[in-house]
């Protein structure tokens, strides 16, 4: 038996006057997982501990098994896992995405107008990194680290977890001055972030980037800290040999630690512009020539949430129908498992994550579970509840309860 995770990324969603009352998930053409879901289990998941942040790392944790009240260290920990970041235990990971702050010239009246730098491509951002270590080389105490696109990792050595440090993500369109670096060492965080926009703010691939209509990545913005994480291999928890296919340095990051293989994907970006044919490709071919569990982490329909992009987060869905989950029920050879679940919502209208149980969906090629649902928001929650990330894991790879 072969067991797959197909992770939608925030799809979960509220109804919508502009979707016709309905949610992207009732909206989206997807004859593929219409076809499932005639013989599948389907239900409601609480992936978010109570009392626990609802992010990425902790859903997605949950999700492939690892309880986040043992394993979570904090975000960015697992990002510098992923792009080869050797912390020491003292040290502390920040996540820097590159951000576009307005232009006022007083710096606390600045908004945060998008949190991703305008979705700048991995190739421009390289460059801005570079400006930022050039700009703060003489810096002993922090070192900063190249990720994708506007995602970036800096390690405070020898730091403190006695920080506030707000996602850019839960303040679009609001005053920055309520929301920069609070506890100890703030000072040196809201000048890192001060003197990196006047490094980034005329540089030449934001000023090009301004004359092609984009958002210039014309900060920094620190965020998620964490220690350095301890993972128990996945193989050693479940006697399966996994893989993960993520653009994601966070997901790619979890499955280096746990020791899995981390499956790269050429044009693989986190956006609706992403490489959804070649993860679909890679996955088959990974589990037809040896890997036992594939988690395929899409980010679209997270990044479309956090937007507001309404048309973008039903057609990420679509795409992912068509180019990820036809793909592994046509050409996996023999039988199989599959689960369909969001890590957590992003509603469109919030633009922030939730930590509202999220709709899942469980499909055996070898049985009809004979609940005759449909998959959506709505449907789910007359189906089955399950109150935990880690159980839906041991239901789909159909391990007992330790």
């Known amino acids: 038996m072969k067991y797959v995770v197909v992770l939608i990324d925030g799809a979960a ?36 501990p109570d009392g626990m942040t609802p992010g ?34 003292d040290d502390i990971a920040i996540r820097m995405n590159l951000v576009t702050l307005s232009e006022e010239e007083n710096f606390d009246d600045k908004k945060m107008i998008d949190y991703s730098g305008g979705e700048i491509s991995t190739e421009e951002s390289t460059e801005l990194v570079n400006a930022l270590i050039e700009g703060f080389k ?15 990792v800096f390690i405070w050595h020898e730091g403190s977890l006695s920080i506030n440090l707000i996602p850019p993500h839960n303040i679009t369109g609001e005053k920055i001055f309520k929301y920069l670096p609070e506890g100890d060492n703030s000072d040196y965080f809201i000048e ?8 980034l703010k005329d540089h030449p691939i934001n000023k090009k980037r301004i004359t092609e209509g984009k958002n210039p990545a014309n900060s920094p913005w620190l965020w998620g800290e964490g220690k350095k994480p301890l993972l128990d291999k996945f ?12 653009a994601v340095d966070l997901i790619r990051g979890i499955g280096k630690g746990a020791g899995m293989d981390v499956i790269n994907v050429t044009g693989a970006t986190g956006t609706i512009h992403t490489n959804f044919k070649g993860k679909g490709e890679a996955a088959v071919e990974a589990l037809n020539n040896g890997l036992d569990y594939m988690y395929i982490h ?25 180019y990820i989950i036809k793909k592994l029920v046509n050409e996996v050879v023999g039988d199989f498992r599959m689960l369909v679940v969001p890590d957590h919502r992003t509603p469109l209208k919030t633009r922030k994550h939730d930590s509202v149980p999220v709709p899942y969906m469980l499909y055996d090629s070898t049985k009809d579970f004979g609940m005759g649902l449909v998959y959506n928001e709505e449907a789910a929650l007359t189906g089955i509840f399950i109150d935990s990330g880690i159980k839906l894991h041991n239901l789909l790879i159909e391990k007992k309860a330790q």
Request: proline share 3%; with cysteine; glycine share 8%.
């Open 13 to 48: 969603d509220d109804k919508i006057e502009e979707l016709e009352d309905k949610t992207p998930l009732m909206s989206a053409y997807m004859p593929t997982i219409r076809n499932l879901e005639k013989k599948a289990q389907i239900g409601t998941v609480k992936t978010v």
């Open 56 to 89: 990425s790392d902790i859903a997605n944790l949950s999700v492939m098994g690892y309880d986040p009240k043992i394993y979570h260290t904090g975000r960015s920990p697992l990002e510098a896992l992923s792009v080869g970041v050797n912390m020491k235990a």
């Open 138 to 152: 003489e810096d002993k105490d922090y070192s900063i680290y190249h990720g994708v696109s506007y995602r970036h």
């Open 192 to 199: 890192f972030i001060k003197k990196g926009y006047s490094i």
């Open 235 to 246: 193989e050693d928890l479940n006697n399966l040999k996994g893989g993960v296919i993520s």
């Open 298 to 322: 899409l980010e679209a329909t997270d990044e479309c949430g956090h937007q507001g992009d309404i048309k973008g987060k039903v057609k990420s869905l679509e795409l992912i129908d068509e």
